[in-house]
């Protein structure tokens, strides 16, 4: 509720000022959003639902279906405030809700809140043939409810992580004639992962390439291939056997710049559920919607 009431007064106070939509997704910058040049800043709802269809094991087998009391549907209910205060230094602040429905109970809580930047370093074509070079940080504080806070919320019932969480990233751009190239990287770690002692998870290394283009004035497609590599959980810095886990998604977004002032992004999605492909994991579809709106 607080996020709709914070999006609600945003929206009316943003219904009658100069602004401008931008088309271009934020999925391979790690749903980061994007400024375009002329704009000073943004403002994006977004709400997602994930549907667990099954779970990949150590032997990387594929298993439909979803073992009780494990929770089957996920939904997320974002807002997300990006502006620039430096051409070079756009900060940007996350309010995340999450719900999780199993056969057994449904649990609704605030999510862990994220608070980062993207650094636009290079732009596109300011060397000959150059592509734009773009990095982002993102600091995420555990203000959502997991079962290290709460010992009445087991694993499968948190909202949130428990841990800081830093991550660390870089997209690359190039537009070849209608088509926009982006390959982008993320790092991310717990910040007790360099302790001696305690249980921290391994690091996360998360690949992406996406390609968009215009399908007529004011609709543009963009398709991605993303993958999520986590690396073995940590006690005593030392590595433990078989906890390390992997996915490969497959994903589309639709914009629809239908009012000059705002964007409609629509997007649909799906973890590979390919033997080999996935471990340690769920499998899901996913789906999200969108609204966004750019001041400048």
């Not at 806070?149 to 969480?165: H, I, P, Q, R, Y």
């Not at 002032?261 to 492909?277: E, F, K, R, V, W």
């Amino acid at each position: 509720m607080l996020i709709l009431r914070l999006s609600a007064i945003l929206f009316v106070l943003l219904w009658n000022a100069s602004v401008k939509a931008s088309c271009c997704a934020s999925g391979s910058s790690g749903g980061i959003g994007r400024l375009l040049p002329y704009e000073r800043a943004l403002i994006e709802l977004s709400h997602d639902a994930h549907y667990i269809v099954g779970q990949f094991n150590e032997s990387t087998r594929f298993r439909a279906g979803v073992a009780e009391p494990l929770p089957v549907w996920q939904f997320n209910h974002e807002l997300q405030v990006m502006t620039r205060l430096a051409p070079f230094f756009l900060p940007f602040i996350k309010l995340p809700v999450r719900t999780k429905i199993s056969s057994k109970e449904t649990i609704s809580a605030l999510a862990d809140l994220s608070l980062g930047a993207r650094w636009p370093i290079v732009k596109e074509n300011y060397f000959l043939h150059w592509p734009g070079l773009n990095l982002f940080s993102t600091l995420q504080m555990p203000t959502g409810t997991s079962s290290e806070k709460n010992a009445e919320f087991s694993a499968n019932g948190s909202t949130g992580a428990g841990v800081w969480l830093l991550s660390l990233g870089a997209n690359v751009e190039k537009s070849l004639g209608k088509f926009l190239w982006t390959f982008a990287y993320t790092y991310s770690f717990e910040t007790r992962l360099f302790k001696k002692h305690g249980y921290a998870h391994g690091p996360t290394h998360a690949p992406s390439i996406n390609v968009s283009f215009p399908l007529i004035e004011m609709h543009q497609l963009s398709f991605g291939l993303s993958a999520v590599f986590n690396e073995p959980f940590r006690y005593d810095a030392k590595r433990v056997r078989n906890s390390s886990n992997r996915k490969i998604s497959l994903s589309s977004v639709y914009a629809w710049k239908f009012h000059s002032h705002m964007t409609l992004n629509c997007s649909l999605g799906a973890d590979m559920p390919i033997y080999g492909l996935g471990k340690n994991t769920n499998s899901e579809i996913f789906m999200r919607l969108g609204m966004r709106v750019g001041v400048f």
